[in-house]
């Protein structure tokens, strides 16, 4: 029997389970037949849908903006269907453990009368939430492009920087993109900062070069009075898929690299720049790919090399978990950090002020925003675009503005 039949099974056992309950629930509400069978059928379709693009994807083809909407129709119907089920497998446990206390007792405890029902009620109105959440993060939330804008102050910035800006952007994912007209708001969204400096830090295809060709013409569109940099991502090594050859591997990469040059970014492969202003300069360090668990690649020495100590330096580093176990405490000093790499899971809750949360900090340490330790500090942008499910919800998608000043 093949491995894979086995996982299936038990797939099909818990769908099936899930669809009990969820079924009965609005059974229990709702009296129309109508309304009950139409949710169980775009159920079934949905999970039809799933497997059959599960069953006829290959990895040769990377993955698809088709896959990654399969991905997220099936989120989108089952996760409400999790708060159902919480809530009335908890009611279950309080009847079974109501009937055990009566064969103990021999004492008839009855439970009251509509309490189904009303858990019914409460459990469709929490999953709505999530359910509606899904829908606007693929239609809109994906493209809800918001700019973040930090002032971070150094005592031993050149004075000559003092001011000095700087647009982030990160995990732009051009094998997903399907709206030009979107994509193209979020690259004006982005001009419109009109900073000295931009950065580019990784993950600028899913898996092929060839995912950029229709979107060369409006990433070149990119603005910055003082240049454009980027770094290399865990995904533009093409790692997630399968080659027909060792060479065809080689040549996608090289044809990723070459992209950056296409665009108007210089493309930092564990190299420094210095970018002068005013006869003062600072150090920006690109390095490749180093992330805790997939490539540890970047070689953060080889790009210092020829930087002095008492540089101010900026660096450019796809993954956050490198600035945690090898950047943040390093001797030479690394002022600040950029990242990207986690995209907030595109899943989470928040709130300025109030709350920040997602399964991503289960992960990353540093997950989105900015973190400061050793008076050193860290960046970890949220991503342009979007990967695996095909939109964004409550972590949206991020241009982040920084202004360098002197103190």
Not at 196 to 202: A, S, W, Y
Not at 369 to 391: K, Q, S
């Amino acid at each position: 029997m093949p491995r894979w039949v086995f996982p299936l099974i038990i797939l099909t056992v818990i769908i099936t389970l899930v669809e009990i309950y969820t079924f009965q629930a609005f059974k229990t509400v709702s009296k129309s037949k109508i309304v009950r069978y139409s949710f169980l059928l775009v159920s079934i379709v949905v999970y039809i849908n799933f497997f059959i693009t599960v069953f006829t994807y290959s990895r040769s083809d990377g993955q698809t903006p088709q896959f990654q909407m399969a991905m997220g129709l099936l989120l989108t119907v089952s996760i409400p269907k999790l708060v159902i089920i919480i809530l009335l497998f908890g009611e279950d446990i309080y009847r079974w453990i109501l009937k055990l206390i009566s064969a103990i007792s021999n004492n008839e405890t009855k439970p009251l009368a509509g309490r189904r029902k009303f858990i019914s009620q409460i459990a469709l109105g929490l999953a709505a939430i999530p359910f509606a959440s899904f829908i606007y993060g693929i239609i809109q939330g994906k493209y809800n492009y918001k700019v973040l804008k930090y002032q971070l102050s150094f005592k031993d910035l050149p004075d000559a920087f003092d001011g000095y800006t700087i647009t982030q952007i990160s995990d732009i994912h051009s094998g997903s993109f399907t709206n030009k007209e979107k994509i193209q708001y979020g690259v004006d969204l982005i001009n419109e900062q009109k900073s000295d400096l931009m950065l580019f830090t990784g993950d600028i295809v899913n898996n092929k070069a060839d995912e950029m060709d229709n979107w060369i013409d409006v990433f070149a569109q990119l603005e910055a009075k003082e240049g454009k940099y980027s770094v290399l991502g865990n995904h533009d090594y093409g790692d997630y898929m399968d080659w027909s050859n060792k060479q065809e591997k080689i040549d996608n990469f090289k044809a990723v690299k070459d992209i950056h040059k296409k665009i108007g970014f210089d493309l930092l492969l564990d190299e420094h720049r210095y970018l002068e202003k005013g006869g003062q300069k600072i150090a920006l360090v690109g390095v490749e790919n180093w992330g805790r668990g997939f490539k540890e690649k970047g070689d953060l020495e080889k790009a210092s090399k020829e930087i002095k100590k008492e540089d101010f330096k900026i660096l450019m580093s796809h993954d956050p978990s490198h600035w945690e176990h090898k950047v943040k405490q390093d001797e030479f000093n690394y002022h600040l950090t950029l990242s990207g790499h986690t995209h907030g899971l595109q899943m989470g809750i928040e709130i300025p002020g109030w709350i920040k949360w997602s399964p991503s900090k289960f992960v990353y340490k540093q997950w989105a925003g900015l973190y400061e330790e050793y008076g050193r500090y860290i960046n970890v942008n949220r991503g342009f675009g979007y990967h695996a499910f095909p939109g964004r919800v409550g972590i949206w998608p991020e241009i982040t503005v920084i202004e360098l000043k002197k103190g």
